[in-house]
């Protein structure tokens, strides 16, 4: 059973950073997608960025050139480095895995798996 566990999410001013921690466990297949997604209230879940197996990654728009996502292969962990915060960037995070080599993608419905949530809080 695939699961993934997040960590790291805070309160944080802006201008400040936090680093998101995803470790996914039970994976059985080759060829996946992890991603980070917010939800803020009242807002649907929005894709901020992925990293695949192969390497390849994928930033939205929003936190281009803030953020930036890492994966280590020895501690099957997925991190999101989150500089720059601003109080927009306030939501629940979320990890989630897409698994196979089908489209790369941000969008919420091609990823399978998520963990719980963590909220990040970015005051002004």
């Known amino acids: 059973e695939v699961q993934l566990v997040e960590s790291g999410g805070g309160l944080v001013q802006a201008g400040g950073s936090l680093r998101l921690s995803c470790e996914p466990s039970?994976?059985?297949?080759?060829?996946?997608?992890v991603g980070w997604f917010r939800q803020a209230p009242g807002k649907e879940r929005e894709g901020i960025s992925s990293?695949?197996?192969?390497?390849?990654?994928l930033y939205a728009d929003s936190v281009k050139g803030r953020f930036t996502i890492s994966g280590d292969n020895a501690k099957n962990a997925v991190y999101l480095q989150m500089n720059g915060l601003k109080p927009e960037d306030t939501a629940v995070y979320y990890c989630?895995?897409?698994?196979?080599?089908?489209?790369?993608?941000?969008?919420?419905?091609?990823?399978?798996?998520w963990g719980q949530g963590t909220q990040v809080t970015v005051s002004s």
């Open positions: 989630a895995l897409n698994p196979g080599a089908g489209v790369f993608s941000l969008a919420p419905p091609r990823y399978q798996y």
């Open positions: 039970g994976i059985t297949f080759s060829g996946y997608s």
């Open positions: 990293i695949h197996s192969d390497g390849d990654t």
